[in-house]
Each structure stands twice: as C-alpha cells, then as structure tokens.
Nanobody, 117 residues
Framework: HVQLVESGGGSMQAGGSLRLSCVASGYSDGCMGWFRQAPGKEREGIANIYTRGGITGITGYADSVKVRFTISLDNAKKTLFLQMNSLKTEDTAVYYC??????????WGQGTQVTVS
C-alpha cells in the first residue's frame, strides 16, 4: 500500500514559481505522476516519471506545461517534486500526485491547491 502526501501549494502571482512535493510512503518501482484538476474541468495528467531497477526516466509532459514545469524524483527519500515556473492564471487547480505500475493510477494523494492570480 502506498500513501501519498502533497505539499507546497499556495497562492502566487502570474510569472512566479512554486515547487510541489509529494512524499510516497511504500513506493518502490513503477510510475509516478502529477495531475491537476481545475474548477469545472476534468483531471489531466501533466508530468510522469518512472523508476525501474534504480533507473529513473521522465515519460513526458503535457503540452500546456512543457518548458515551464519540471518533474523530478528523489528516490532515496521517495519524494516527487514538481517545479513550476512562469505560472499562468490557467495553472490554477488542485494538484495531485499519483502512483501506478500499469494502467491508470492506483494511489492518489489528497491534493494541494495552487492559485495563480
């Protein structure tokens, strides 16, 4: 069983930066990712990363966050990060981290609110 706890959300002016963290207790090899859900919209995947036998690779980014957001993983601390730069008002959403091995995400965090004005 994996437990995910996000932190780092908050309010920021457009153009600013935030870094989200997600501590993944019980996580081993597999996939981890960041998702977000804006009011009135469906949840969307924005960045994924995988680990296999000590190797970490980035699967990809959504077009809406490419160049501006960076996903990374401290595997020793089982902590996933999302560095968000050049924030836009349309980045306002609840951000979730999730893990899975195959198929859709299996475990979800509780979410952290990001508000850009």
């Amino acid at each position: 069983h994996v437990q995910l706890v996000e932190s780092g959300g908050g309010s920021m002016q457009a153009g600013g930066s935030l870094r989200l963290s997600c501590v993944a207790s019980g996580y081993s090899d597999g996939c981890m990712g960041w998702f977000r859900q804006a009011p009135g919209k469906e949840r969307e995947g924005i960045a994924n990363i995988y680990t296999r036998g000590g190797i970490t690779g980035i699967t990809g980014y959504a077009d809406s966050v490419k160049v501006r957001f960076t996903i990374s993983l401290d595997n020793a601390k089982k902590t996933l990060f999302l560095q968000m730069n050049s924030l836009k008002t349309e980045d306002t959403a609840v951000y979730y981290c999730a893990t899975w091995v195959y198929g859709p995400p299996t475990y979800w965090g509780q979410g952290t609110q990001v508000t850009v004005s």
